[in-house]
Structures are given as structure tokens and as C-alpha cells.
């Protein structure tokens, strides 16, 4: 029987393995595809794996709910940060490697501190730092833009009515994004600030609740279309949740980039395979 954890970070859902001592196969896409798998695995959009690095705190290792490896997930990067945290690999910051990169990552609750076992937070708040982003296309009205994952952003109005799954699936396969294809998300402006936004995610190859490379290519897109400079705090509003995205904003070029939110523990169990 093998440990496995329940995370959701703005209502993107994960498998969690504590993988340090290297009992799951990496490559085995049947298991990772059975176990995401709603009616007859544990349920998930995605499953990570936590391992050793030499160099870094931890490896995330992170998979499509389609069985293969994937690459960035940003609401997958908070999680994975919150779990551990929750193992005692860290306390409040973190660097951490992942497919794209090197990540930091801080944690705060009411306390710092580490957190083991039955002792720790259901909920933490994470703030994740993104890659810089040195580019951004514009084609017709969209934007299509890198945060780790491609991804396409487009306006629309009534977005609570917008068929998402339907003009999401077009663009993603479309021949002019082969033959990774693109995650697509289509966002709205609040009257109150920020931008409400809606995510049709390549790999899962449905909408989900939220998507943090999305939000954060989302809120990059809408100041370059405002021509904003400088700092910029932009909130993100998904179906699961509230995200907050950090820059700075100089012509084509977003550093110094973080992606903040809730990271959620909803429960452990345990499977064999």
C-alpha cells in the first residue's frame, strides 16, 4: 500500500506521491492516467511527484492527467510547495526544481514554522515565482505568450455563458499551435478590478477550475494591452478561487514574476498498485 495526499490550490486538484525513495515509476503513464482517473482511480486534474535533488530542496515531477509528463503547473507548484512544507523539507521559503527551471516559493500562515503530519495548516498561502516572460505575440485580437506552458488569451464577453470546452478545444488543436497544441483561456474584466477567467487546459483536455500558468499569462496580457508599466499586483478571479499575480512590466518584458494563492490539503489515503 503506498501513502498518497489530496491537494487543490484554487480548485485545481493533485495527487501528491512522496516519492524521496524512488517506489514510483516515472515512466509509467497507464498508472498516473488510473490513478487521475475520476470513477475508477483516486481523481485529479494532475499528479506530481516529490523527489530528492542534489542541489535544490526537492524535484517536482509533475504529469498530465493523460499519464505523461507535463510541463509547468503553477497551481501544481504552490501545492507542491504546501506539501513540503507539510513533510519538514522546509519552513517558510523554499527553491525547488521543476520542468522549466528553478522556482522559489514562500509560505505564510499565521505562524511560521514547520509543519509535519497532523500538525500542519489545511490551508497555506503560497507565493510561487514564475520565469521571466521576455516576449508576447499578438495575433489578431489574442495574445499568446509562455508562462512556463503556452498559452492563448482572449477577451470575450459573458464569460459565465462562454463555451468554453467547445472554442477552447478548436484553438488548442488548431495546426497553427502543433504539436504541443496551446492551453487556452478566456477572461472578462470585473467591474470591481482585476479579470475573471475561464482555462481550457491541454493534457486534461477539458476546462478546470483554475490554471496558474494561465492566470498569470492573463494578467500579463491585459497589462500589455493597457500599456502599463512598472509594478503591477492584478487579481485573477477562477472558478475554484482567487489568485493574485505579481510583476514588473517594461516593454515586453515581465520580471520578477509571482503567482499568489491559497494551497489546500484536503486529504491522505492510501492505494496499491
Same mark, same amino acid.
Given at each position: %500500500?503506498?501513502?498518497?495526499?489530496?491537494?487543490?490550490?484554487?480548485?485545481?486538484?493533485?495527487?501528491v506521491?512522496?516519492?524521496?525513495?524512488?517506489?514510483?515509476?516515472? @515512466?509509467?503513464?497507464?498508472?498516473?492516467?488510473?490513478?487521475?482517473?475520476?470513477?475508477f482511480?483516486? =481523481?485529479?486534474?494532475?499528479?506530481?511527484?516529490l523527489?530528492?535533488? &542534489?542541489?535544490?530542496?526537492?524535484? %517536482?515531477?509533475?504529469?498530465?492527467?493523460?499519464? *505523461?509528463?507535463?510541463?509547468?503547473?503553477? @497551481?501544481g507548484?504552490r501545492c507542491?510547495?504546501?506539501?513540503?512544507? #507539510?513533510?519538514?523539507?522546509f519552513?517558510?521559503?523554499?527553491?525547488?526544481?521543476?520542468?522549466?527551471?528553478?522556482?522559489?516559493? $514562500? !509560505?505564510? /500562515?499565521?505562524?511560521?514554522?514547520?509543519?509535519?503530519?497532523? @500538525?500542519?495548516?489545511?490551508?497555506?498561502?503560497?507565493?510561487l515565482?514564475? @520565469?521571466?516572460?521576455?516576449?508576447?505575440?499578438?495575433?489578431?485580437?489574442?495574445?499568446? !505568450?509562455?508562462? =512556463?506552458s503556452?498559452?492563448l488569451? #482572449?477577451?470575450?464577453?459573458?464569460?459565465?455563458?462562454?463555451?468554453?470546452?467547445?472554442?477552447? #478545444?478548436k484553438? *488548442?488543436?488548431?495546426?497553427?499551435?502543433e504539436?504541443?497544441?496551446?492551453?487556452?483561456n478566456?477572461?472578462e474584466?470585473?467591474?470591481?478590478?482585476?479579470? &475573471?477567467?475561464?482555462?481550457?487546459?491541454r493534457? /486534461?483536455?477539458?476546462?478546470?477550475?483554475a490554471?496558474?500558468?494561465?492566470a498569470?499569462?492573463?494578467?500579463?496580457?491585459?497589462?500589455?494591452?493597457?500599456?502599463?508599466?512598472g509594478?503591477?499586483?492584478?487579481?485573477?478571479?477562477?472558478l475554484? =478561487?482567487?489568485? %493574485?499575480?505579481?510583476?514588473h512590466?517594461?516593454? $515586453?518584458?515581465?520580471?520578477?514574476v509571482? !503567482?499568489e494563492?491559497?494551497a489546500?490539503?484536503v486529504?491522505? =489515503?492510501?492505494?496499491?498498485?
Amino acid at each position: %500500500m503506498h501513502r498518497f495526499y489530496k491537494y487543490q490550490g484554487a480548485g485545481n486538484d493533485f495527487i501528491v506521491f512522496d516519492n524521496r525513495n524512488r517506489f514510483f515509476d516515472r @515512466n509509467n503513464p497507464v498508472l498516473v492516467k488510473k490513478l487521475c482517473d475520476r470513477r475508477f482511480g483516486i =481523481g485529479a486534474d494532475r499528479l506530481m511527484l516529490l523527489q530528492d535533488h &542534489a542541489d535544490y530542496d526537492f524535484e %517536482m515531477v509533475y504529469y498530465n492527467d493523460d499519464g *505523461r509528463e507535463g510541463s509547468l503547473c503553477g @497551481n501544481g507548484g504552490r501545492c507542491i510547495a504546501a506539501f513540503a512544507n #507539510r513533510l519538514g523539507i522546509f519552513t517558510d521559503k523554499t527553491d525547488f526544481m521543476a520542468a522549466d527551471g528553478v522556482h522559489a516559493a $514562500e !509560505l505564510s /500562515v499565521g505562524s511560521t514554522g514547520i509543519f509535519q503530519e497532523e @500538525n500542519a495548516p489545511q490551508e497555506v498561502t503560497i507565493k510561487l515565482q514564475m @520565469n521571466d516572460v521576455r516576449s508576447i505575440q499578438k495575433i489578431g485580437a489574442d495574445y499568446v !505568450l509562455d508562462t =512556463g506552458s503556452p498559452h492563448l488569451v #482572449r477577451m470575450v464577453e459573458q464569460l459565465n455563458l462562454y463555451p468554453v470546452v467547445t472554442e477552447g #478545444r478548436k484553438i *488548442r488543436y488548431h495546426k497553427q499551435y502543433e504539436p504541443g497544441g496551446i492551453n487556452v483561456n478566456f477572461i472578462e474584466q470585473n467591474p470591481h478590478g482585476g479579470f &475573471a477567467i475561464r482555462t481550457y487546459e491541454r493534457g /486534461v483536455e477539458d476546462e478546470t477550475l483554475a490554471c496558474g500558468t494561465g492566470a498569470t499569462a492573463a494578467a500579463m496580457a491585459m497589462a500589455y494591452q493597457q500599456q502599463l508599466s512598472g509594478e503591477q499586483h492584478i487579481p485573477i478571479k477562477a472558478l475554484g =478561487g482567487d489568485l %493574485m499575480i505579481h510583476f514588473h512590466l517594461d516593454g $515586453e518584458q515581465f520580471t520578477q514574476v509571482f !503567482l499568489e494563492g491559497p494551497a489546500t490539503f484536503v486529504y491522505e =489515503g492510501k492505494i496499491d498498485f
